[in-house]
């Protein structure tokens, strides 16, 4: 996904962004479907582990986490003000591309960087495998 968002900087026309959406939108579904098996495997892992079933903690984690989500939103569009002069549709300061460029590539790339970056620290214990014929709750 992080490097999918990188065409749409330099498109100039609306063939071209259309294509660099649909490959975006390609690799976004693909991200939300690993998000919820790695969620899956978290959840296993930590019933195996520790006996006792905490489904709701980790949703509502997720949960706290698509809240602070506005906060990254936010701050984007605080530095398209500062940076390029965008107040919002009717005032869109000196240079409206730019600034559109940076909250639709520019703000997803660090944020896709990060998180990519982030979950190399995240590593599963082979130990707590869960067998295939495990018995059912």
Known sequence: VTVT???????????????AIAILGASVSGM????????TKILDEDRLKNGMRREGLYNSLISIL?????????LAYLLAGKVFGYMDGNNVGDRPDMAARFLLVIAPFVLFAAGYVLSHFLHFDERYEAPVDAEKE
């Open 5 to 19: 968002v990188l065409p749409l900087f330099f498109t100039k026309n609306y063939t071209l962004a259309a294509v």
């Open 32 to 39: 939300f479907a690993t998000m919820d098996l790695v969620g």
């Open 66 to 74: 698509n809240k602070v989500s506005g906060l990254f939103t936010s």
